[in-house]
């Protein structure tokens, strides 16, 4: 493509989005490409708000060239988004690039986000997706995604230990060579060989898998986590390795876990709660400890805590002042991780009786 098709395809692109033609997706990649220059993410929305409504006016202004119509405002940091708008404006080459090199990338702009429709925040975050980077000992890597692979790499050359691993908004499920399925939450990682050999099959986990064990009984499955290993012949369980706190729930089968020196076997129905080394066995809320797998939030007993850290990690968002909300707090319900962000925190904010405010990627908490 030449340079001049990409200026025009660029200046159709901007043309629509200030005309309000754009489709969801188009609409997506230029608020995208806006809020991607935010280096003051804690200024107020109104602020920010009128900063986006006078950059439009400023492309406006470009495309009918009167840019020197445009005055500065008193507000430093409107105007600094004026004059990025502007500078962008004028190399539309390079704008067009940015934003094609979002659309056509092999690596997916994961919990992405996207225009507000219930006209009660400012944006709104798509939900995560399946995503996922698989490294070799080479350095090499390959990015999976719902359908597609890196072309960079060849699956053939990925031999010996390799790691798979999760960002925040990803998810991902893996095969392994004996026929185990494990199923990645977001921000985790698994170290595995391409190939068991031995007398074991040994992964290393960190952060939240489920695992559906092959039966095999000549090669006990273990799982290193932390300074913990979880030992099974065939079962299914889930293993929530986030914090300090290392819980393992059983679905079906049997799991040993070891820790330090001590030894506890669970049953199916109970967790191992792995905390200062010590190990505690209890009944387990099994619809709630594998919600994720299901593509599924149940809140049910539930603390305003655990729900925020699920949600900061799938949706990529950091929350604001979550000090002013007693953490213990608990709620009831269950929500699809399908769901946009803005309805998970209309739930919360009817449970809470307070605002929560989208602003790029903060929640901040009225």
């Known amino acids: 493509m030449t340079e001049d098709n990409q200026r025009e395809q660029a200046q159709k692109l901007l043309k629509k989005y200030l005309k309000g033609e754009c489709n969801p997706d188009e609409e997506r990649m230029v608020t995208e490409w806006f809020f991607s220059f935010d280096e003051e993410p804690a200024l107020p929305i109104m602020e920010k708000e009128a900063a986006l409504e006078r950059s439009k006016n400023m492309l406006m202004h470009k495309f009918e060239g009167e840019i020197n119509q445009v005055k500065p405002k008193k507000n430093v940091f409107a105007w600094k988004r004026v004059a990025i708008a502007a500078s962008i404006l004028l190399a539309l080459t390079t704008t067009f690039l940015l934003l094609h090199q979002k659309q056509t990338s092999s690596v997916p702009q994961l919990a992405a986000i996207t225009a507000d429709t219930s006209g009660l925040f400012k944006n709104d975050i798509l ?14 890597t390959q990015l999976l995604g719902r359908e597609t692979l890196s072309e960079n790499i060849k699956p053939s050359e990925f031999k010996g230990n390799l790691t798979l691993e999760v960002p925040a908004a990803g998810t991902y499920s893996v095969l392994l060579s004996d026929g185990t399925t494990v199923w990645l939450n977001a921000a985790s990682k698994l170290e595995y060989p391409d190939q068991f050999v031995g007398d074991e099959r040994r992964v290393k986990l960190v952060g939240e898998a489920f695992f559906q ?35 393992t729930s059983l679905v079906e089968g049997k799991v040993k876990i070891m820790n330090q020196g001590r030894e506890a076997y669970l049953s199916p129905g109970n967790e191992a709660i792995i905390s200062a080394n010590k190990i505690h066995v209890q009944p387990a809320d099994i619809q709630k400890n594998t919600a994720w797998q299901r593509g599924e939030f149940v809140l049910d007993g539930s603390s305003f805590a655990e729900i925020i850290d699920q949600v900061s990690r799938w949706y990529n968002v950091e929350f604001v002042n979550v000090g002013d909300i007693p953490l213990n707090s608990r709620f009831n319900g269950t929500l699809s991780r399908e769901s946009r962000l803005s309805e998970v925190l209309r739930i919360l904010a009817f449970g809470t009786n307070r605002k929560f405010e989208i602003d790029g990627r903060h929640i901040v908490i009225r």
Do not use: M
Not at 129 to 139: D, H, I, P, V
Not at 213 to 237: C, H, M, Q, W, Y
């Open 213 to 247: 064990v092959a039966k095999d009984a000549s090669k006990p499955f273990r799982i290193e986590v932390e300074n913990s290993v979880i030992e099974v012949l065939g079962t299914s369980f889930n293993v929530n390795a986030y914090h300090k706190e290392i819980n």
């Open 127 to 140: 939900p995560g997706e399946r995503f996922a980077k698989l490294s070799n000992e080479q350095g090499e």
